[in-house]
């Protein structure tokens, strides 16, 4: 499955962005979406998933409270609302999906990618 990310952008500290991935498949139900971050010279990190139908989400310990994870089946979109943005959320922010019923937390679980959008937090 193809993906498209995008939202990206310069926010101040305590601002608000919200990230979508589009998917290009005729079956987005069948796939688990997640967010993924990273910055240069660290291993790419969980931020948040979800299961197929948007019946579990999942969350890594930098993205609880601000953070929420959600999809629109009609759409082909996952999205991710981030509130009260922090200098540390500053990283490229990539959406991935996997086929099942399981959301997997590691990224080497994943098999399709979206190219990745740019989110900086300044101070």
């Known amino acids: 499955v193809q993906l498209q990310a995008s939202g990206g952008g310069l926010v101040q500290t305590g601002g608000s962005l919200r990230l979508s991935c589009v998917a290009s498949?005729?079956?987005?139900?069948?796939?688990?979406m997640a967010w993924f971050r990273q910055v240069p010279g660290k291993e790419r990190e969980f931020v948040a998933g979800m299961t197929w139908d948007g019946g579990r989400t999942y969350y890594g310990d930098s993205a609880k409270g601000r953070f929420t994870i959600s999809r629109d089946n009609v759409k082909n979109t996952v999205y991710l609302q981030m509130n009260n943005l922090k200098p540390e959320d500053t990283a490229v922010y990539y959406c991935?999906?996997?086929?099942?019923?399981?959301?997997?937390?590691?990224?080497?679980?994943?098999?399709?990618w979206g190219q990745g959008t740019l989110v900086t937090v300044s101070s």
């Open positions: 991935a999906a996997e086929a099942g019923l399981d959301t997997p937390r590691t990224h080497t679980a994943y098999g399709s």
């Open positions: 498949t005729r079956v987005f139900t069948s796939y688990a």
